[in-house]
T-cell receptor, first 117, second 111 residues
Framework: KAGVTQTPRYLIKTRGQQVTLSCSPISGHRSVSWYQQTPGQGLQFLFEYFSETQRNKGNFPGRFSGRQFSNSRSEMNVSTLELGDSALYLC????????????????FGPGTRLLVL | GENVEQHPSTLSVQEGDSAVIKCTYSDSASNYFPWYKQELGKGPQLIIDIRSNVGEKKDQRIAVTLNKTAKHFSLHITETQPEDSAVYFCAASWRTDKLIFGTGTRLQVFP
């Protein structure tokens, strides 16, 4: 099975712009989570989607948003970019069965490295 | 709020020696404790995980122990090899799709 894929792998933007990152989960996985990784703050949870619905949200400003499509692919968007948004954005997916909500192993993609100038 | 502390931040060992990384968590509702290995330019890769109904789990050279009373868990790597060099992250949560991560340990294994 192919792993989690993320596009693009690298991105350079300037302050004030917006950016959209894409994530394709492992085939059959319907839960997709997003994390931000920075040297200062480490790995922080952004949000999680299941069946096109946001189920969980971390402590990030409203400039960070996401969505999930019917094929479980997910996108996250950051508007009005700030220098501090420079980070590695990681997507993870898990296979969820009825009765085991939030109990299955998460598998991470390689990430999208965003640099804001 | 929920917090996971991880120590040490860096660890250097000689090839063949053992390495131990320790984590403590604050949320008593946590029942899932995975360990991820991240190599340069790659995403985190799950190496082992443990749930709260188990005190210890082993997979070849890797083992994890959990003490729920003290809210701490540890990763043990025996017979370390140069390819074990990477950054290791512990995490804790009551659900697998919303992990709270530790700050990471950079492990260096010298030949």
């Amino acid at each position: 099975k192919a792993g989690v894929t993320q596009t693009p792998r690298y991105l350079i933007k300037t302050r004030g712009q917006q950016v959209t990152l894409s994530c394709s989960p492992i085939s059959g996985h319907r839960s997709v989570s997003w994390y931000q990784q920075t040297p200062g703050q480490g790995l922080q949870f952004l949000f999680e989607y299941f069946s096109e619905t946001q189920r969980n949200k971390g402590n990030f400003p409203g400039r960070f948003s996401g969505r999930q499509f019917s094929n479980s692919r997910s996108e996250m968007n950051v508007s009005t970019l700030e220098l501090g948004d420079s980070a590695l954005y990681l997507c993870a997916s898990s296979f969820e069965t009825s009765g085991r909500v939030g109990q299955e192993t998460q598998y991470f993609g390689p990430g999208t490295r965003l640099l804001v100038l | 709020g929920e917090n996971v502390e991880q120590h040490p931040s860096t660890l250097s060992v000689q090839e063949g020696d053992s390495a131990v990384i320790k984590c403590t968590y604050s949320d008593s509702a946590s029942n899932y404790f995975p360990w991820y290995k991240q190599e340069l330019g790659k995403g985190p890769q799950l190496i082992i995980d443990i749930r709260s109904n188990v005190g210890e789990k082993k997979d070849q050279r890797i083992a994890v122990t959990l003490n729920k009373t003290a809210k701490h868990f540890s990763l043990h790597i025996t017979e370390t090899q140069p390819e074990d060099s990477a950054v290791y992250f512990c995490a804790a949560s009551w659900r697998t799709d919303k992990l709270i991560f530790g700050t990471g340990t950079r492990l260096q294994v010298f030949p």
